[in-house]
């Protein structure tokens, strides 16, 4: 349809030493970048050898491939500012472009340096990630063989269930309540004293079968006959001086002594007991009982290891002590945080050992707060044959986490070397790798110290003694796993850097990142509007309702009506307390939170989805036409050829 001239012109080409010939070769099957500093017109042309500055590289390549290119002064001065090799080598020759066919017209008729470097470069990156790929399957794998094959979590769950039936689920004896309750109800000291006589005793010293029949002396001191206790029962108190608070100078005849909540400063380490031996429990401290710092769950207390200790020794009758217990009012005003630990192993899993703790806290207004800690532990980390494979996988997941290492302080390095740190820590990826290595090393620390700790623990595991280090052994080995469980949540989060291979594998990841903008703007005023319902629900029912009794606990009611859980169970209850402004909240927060800001959000999201599409489907038009480029070029080049053999031949029949 069109015949370009044959022109005097020098044409040129770039090449790019960053790459290997093999790189620049295939992406010459795509596109020729043909430079003329004089004419813009596009040619075709056709060249038969470059050369390179980088000789390992490109030096030698032959191609026969047709190409398209516009050029003027400012793409040279684009190529020659990007460093690029200017080389003018080829043969310019008269040829008829696109004779009648059809497919021509849809053949690109522009293409520009940027263009080329972008594919050149992404085909590199994509090779990159591939090995990147392998390495982090590998890496995954390794990391969970050693988690789950070292912990069977389903009999730990039995194993702790079984604790749960017998000292929480259990109900009190009917004569002791008018309702059935159980560890969990307990809200006063009384019924504190009624499950500690009652279901603590039967599940930690029981005596007969179900019939009535006395146990034998092996099956004394064990919980459901199946969890037997290792060692004694400590039962550990916290107390608050007597003048913790400040009280009013019209009040302080009629109260002479304050009893504020439990704070570091309001510790109190006076002996105290009966009024008959007012000095029978002692203060002892950590270094003493080799007890753990705990959290409560009243106001985020922090309580210290230390403490009024009572040791009940295996065998001995424990329903006596704790009726001296009792006697002696070890209970009272003063007290504020009290743990009893239990130690246990089953039967069935002999290296299976469980750390029980029951904890109350009492705050300053007498509500008792009842919880519970239930940690199960292996002692024999290396006795099954799973344990060999896993020994092996922990060995290559530690080598491959030293490889992490070592990589990622490498890219460090030459970043930093060629002034681009700054560029390495805006990628999130790195980031993320960084977390990941610190996570990691971590976990393997604290591994390496529990297995040194659990191997070297000499004990008595006969003992009638309470068994002091399996509490700190037990946090420590649960904090493994909980860190771990973290880690892995991180490597799995890993995997969206790896669907960037597949377009459409990676929507998602590109879908949030192209509404990463929209959605801060969202988020914050989202938060502003959420916080002053926060405000106003714990300010009007916070007095009289648990679930707006503190603004974390309004935090999270909140949550829950936004995705629709107990709304109207939540608001029969605020209705009751007040009767004017829960109609007005709960409709403002319903329609502002719910209907219009939710479905924002949602509008969001929606919008930077459909455009990604389009996106991907331009690209896939865009693939389309080149790969019907090539084959048209490839046809040409087949016919081209035939067409020289034959008049070849020709000529030696003539």
């Known amino acids: 349809r069109k015949m370009y001239e044959n022109s005097e012109d020098s044409y040129s080409v770039m090449t790019v030493s960053d790459f290997s010939g093999e790189d620049l070769q295939k992406e010459l099957d795509d596109y020729i970048v043909i430079a003329s500093p004089t004419s813009p017109t596009p040619l075709r042309k056709t060249f038969t050898s470059f050369t390179s500055s980088n000789e390992n590289d490109i030096k030698g390549l032959r191609a026969s491939t047709l190409g398209f290119g516009v050029v003027n002064d400012e793409l040279i001065t684009n190529i020659k500012s990007r460093g690029v090799t200017i080389n003018q080598s080829f043969e310019t020759s008269k040829k008829n472009v696109g004779n009648g066919d059809p497919n021509y017209e849809e053949m690109p008729s522009k293409v520009r340096v940027e263009d080329v470097i972008a594919r050149l470069n992404k085909r590199v990156f994509r090779r990159k990630l591939y090995r990147e790929l392998v390495v982090y399957l590998l890496y995954v794998f390794l990391t969970i063989a050693v988690i789950f094959i070292g912990r069977n979590l389903r009999s730990v769950y039995l194993i702790q269930e079984s604790v749960r039936v017998n000292y929480i689920y259990k109900e009190f004896d009917p004569k002791d309540s008018q309702h059935l309750k159980t560890f969990l109800d307990i809200g006063q000291y009384s019924e504190f004293w009624q499950w500690f006589t009652g279901p603590f005793i039967k599940a930690t010293e029981p005596t007969t079968w179900y019939n009535g029949q006395p146990l034998d002396e092996y099956d004394l001191n064990s919980m459901q006959l199946n969890n037997k206790l290792i060692g004694g029962v400590r039962v550990r108190q916290l107390r608050i001086s007597k003048k913790s608070c400040r009280v009013a100078p019209k009040l302080e005849s009629t109260y002479p002594f304050c009893y504020g909540k439990y704070i570091f400063w309001n510790h109190d380490e006076t002996p105290f007991g009966p009024p008959w ?64 630990t239990v130690n246990t192993i089953n039967n069935a899993l002999a290296s299976q050992l469980t750390v029980s703790k029951f904890i109350i806290e009492v705050t300053a207004g007498g509500q008792i707060i009842p919880s519970f800690i239930i940690r199960t532990m292996r002692l024999k980390l290396y006795e099954l044959p799973e344990d060999m494979f896993r020994a092996a996988c922990e060995v290559s997941f530690l080598a491959l986490t030293f490889y992490y290492i070592y990589m990622q302080f490498l890219e460090i390095f030459f970043a930093k070397k060629s002034n681009k740190l700054n560029i390495y820590f805006e990628d999130p990826w790195n980031i993320l790798n960084i977390i990941l290595i610190a996570f990691f090393v971590t976990v393997i620390g604290l591994y390496i110290s529990f297995v040194i700790s659990i191997y070297t623990f000499n004990v008595d595991w006969n003992t009638d003694d309470y068994i002091e280090g399996l509490d700190e052994l037990s946090l420590q080995y649960t904090s493994i796993y909980e860190l771990a469980a973290i880690s892995l949540f991180l490597l799995f989060f890993k995997v969206f850097k790896y669907l960037r291979l597949s377009s459409r594998m990676s929507m998602i990841w590109d879908t949030l990142s192209d509404a990463s903008a929209d959605l801060l703007s969202f988020c914050i005023l989202f938060l502003i509007i959420f916080f002053g319902f926060m405000c106003t629900g714990h300010l009007i029912w916070g007095p009289e309702l648990e679930e707006w009794s503190t603004l974390f606990k309004a935090f999270q009611v909140q949550f829950q009506l936004i995705l629709g859980d107990s709304v109207i169970e939540f608001y029969n209850r605020m209705f009751a307390i007040n009767r004017i402004y829960s109609p007005f909240f709960m409709l403002l927060f319903l329609f502002l939170l719910f209907l219009i800001l939710v479905n924002v959000f949602l509008a969001i999201i929606s919008m930077a989805y459909s455009e990604r599409q389009l996106i991907i489907k331009k690209k896939d038009r865009e693939k389309e036409k080149i790969k019907r480029r090539n084959a048209h070029l490839a046809q040409r080049k087949n016919l081209n050829e035939n067409a020289t053999k034959v008049g070849f031949f020709q000529s030696i029949k003539n």
């Open 277 to 340: 031996n007012a000095t029978k429990y002692n203060y002892s401290y950590a270094a003493e009982i080799g007890g753990i710092v705990m959290v409560g769950s009243y106001a985020t207390a922090v309580y210290p290891a230390g403490g009024f200790v009572v040791d009940f020794k295996k065998g001995e009758n424990i329903t006596t002590r704790i009726e001296e217990l009792f006697n002696d009012r070890f209970l009272d005003k003063q007290t504020r945080f009290l743990v009893i």
